[in-house]
């Protein structure tokens, strides 16, 4: 018999070399493809991602199976970068993974492994999903790297030519193999942060492409307390970074509001309620194969990346999804996603337009 052909999206980490590992012994004829997501030069002129690249060449040398680059940096700044800076522009905390999810590794990298004869698509992602009527989208065996919030925008049709090989692994179980396979990136650190600032300061980053203007920080009864030094920087919950101290009770300020129309930062002392969210509502709800019915359905979720589940309530109303949670849930971001599930099974998200 022929061999299925798969085309694995190859990052230089030791995650999606032990996915294209699993994937030939399994019998696959396997394909590495490196996706240039973003272009930008350091202080040397040397492009930021050639020393992933480079050890792209030494995974799939040692691993024996060809490779490809494929330059998606158009295509990114296009669709996933120019939403980045327009949420953030809004005073929201947009997450720029779940798109590149949507639209880069499983639209355009996908359309690549379709023009390369391949019959599936794979990535190092821990999660798993279950090939039958429905594809349905699984949560990994390890609860603590589980990335199907950030795969919570992706379709029935993307999901049913993928293939997650380390949904079954915990992590140590993956360095493992990659050392007793000779794999020369099993101890590389893991990339942290969005990929486009990488180690960078991320007020520096973000002030060559918003215009940043100092303001006033105000309690919520408009009692001027600092000064911020761009609205933008800063996130609902946030304590540290504030440069405020001291007065009122004596406790520690927190972040509860932008006021971005005048250039105002709203903060509490103390972790009050107005820190807190019994409901959230996302307007545009993408369900990824099994939706749920209209009105109230039991549910649990996640309205960040390894936040233990949350017991709720779902209530549907055609696109629009509201979810109330069993128990209050702090800093709640307008612009994050609130992803669903009922037991393993990932039922997809969207964008926090509002919380209370």
């Not at 779940?98 to 023009?115: G, H, M, P, T, W």
């Not at 790297?145 to 090989?165: G, R, V």
């Not at 650190?189 to 303001?215: A, H, V, W």
């Not at 545009?284 to 990346?305: C, Y």
Request: include cysteine.
């Amino acid at each position: 018999m022929e061999k299925k052909r798969v085309v694995i999206g190859l990052s230089g980490g030791v995650d999606s070399a032990v996915a294209a590992l699993l994937l030939k012994r399994e019998g696959y004829d396997v394909i590495g493809l490196f996706m240039r997501n973003w272009r930008e030069e350091d202080e040397c002129g040397r492009c930021t991602a050639d020393d992933d690249f480079t050890d792209v060449r030494r995974i799939a040398d040692a691993i024996g199976i060809p490779y490809y680059s494929e330059d998606f940096s158009k295509r990114y700044l296009d669709r996933v970068f120019s939403v980045f800076l327009s949420e953030y522009e809004k005073g929201r905390t947009p997450n720029p993974d779940v798109l590149c999810n949507r639209e880069i590794k499983f639209d355009a990298f996908s359309s690549f492994a379709k023009a390369a004869g391949a019959d599936f698509v794979a990535t190092g992602h821990y999660a798993s999903v279950l090939h039958g009527e429905r594809h349905l989208l699984l949560r990994s065996a390890d609860e603590n790297k589980d990335q199907t919030y950030f795969l919570n925008q992706i379709t029935e049709e993307q999901l049913s030519t993928a293939l997650f090989p380390l949904g079954s692994l915990k992590k140590g179980e993956v360095r493992e193999i990659a050392k007793q396979a000779g794999i020369p990136v099993w101890e590389k650190k893991d990339s942290t942060g969005i990929c486009f600032i990488g180690e960078r300061n991320f007020r520096q980053f973000l002030s060559n492409y918003i215009p940043m203007k100092k303001g006033e920080i105000v309690t919520t009864d408009g009692v001027v307390v600092g000064e911020h030094q761009g609205v933008f920087y800063y996130t609902k919950g946030q304590r540290k970074g504030l440069g405020v101290g001291g007065g009122g009770t004596g406790e520690p300020y927190f972040v509860v509001g932008k006021d971005v129309q005048n250039n105002r930062l709203i903060v509490t002392q103390g972790e009050t309620e107005l820190l807190f969210s019994s409901s959230l509502e996302v307007d545009d709800f993408h369900f990824i194969s099994k939706r749920l019915p209209e009105g109230d359905s039991p549910v649990t979720a996640r309205i960040r990346h390894r936040q233990p589940l949350q017991n709720a309530v779902a209530t549907v109303s055609g696109n629009r999804v509201k979810v109330r949670f069993e128990k209050p849930q702090r800093a709640v971001q307008e612009g994050q996603y609130a992803v669903l599930y009922q037991g393993n099974v990932c039922l997809g998200g969207g964008v926090i337009e509002r919380a209370e």
